[in-house]
């Protein structure tokens, strides 16, 4: 597979690991070390443990949607790579960044951040003048 | 200076280039290919020419407020780096993803993503049940 395929990859395992709910494809997904995530709405978190322990809040929440990937864009950066796609959670879209690293067991995520996409309104009628 | 100090510096021109309102320094922030963006509520940009043009509109508009940054964390990664910072603008507080890479002309932003970070609410009072 090339590196573009592989990067897919780890991104769509991300993707899986949060539709399934499941913990420990989320724990293998991320790289051991400096490791950062900006959540929607959320300020920076970083190091391992708590980001992991971020992830583990998430996937608890009963009311938690899916998360969806879709428009996927990669740009290799050598040992790096960042994905940028759309993030369809519940009928709203988010915009994300993945950045990964290539170690020795693969492409690992480094940084997650991700935010709502304003949608346009339709365009509006002008409220009349009454006086 | 240390790869960490002009990686800063590359942040802060960008900052700088915001605050003045500056878009002939705000071209030279960024680097010539492969460069995108995320503004806070928009959709994903990419290219050179798309980018620099939401730039222009940004800069160009009169009541867009300056935009400061501090907390600045970096995290050194051979020839790219990462600055994950908090915005200042107009008030509201975002969370930015700035990402560099070593270029011959020195470390240029090859992309940005800034979102709102929504403040936790003081705790409320239940409203009171009228029947």
Redesign the interface.
Known sequence: MSDRDNVLAANAAYYAAFVRGDYPAMEAVWADA?I?V?H?????I?GRADVLRSYRLILDNPDQEPVLSSRE?V?L????A?V?C?ETVGGG?L?A?N?F?RTLEGWRL??H??????QPLPRAQPTRQLN
């Open positions: 400096d950062t900006i929607p709405g959320w300020a920076l970083e864009k740009y950066m050598g040992e790096y960042r940028l759309i879209a915009a960044t950045l690293h480094i940084h951040h991700a935010s709502p996409i304003v």
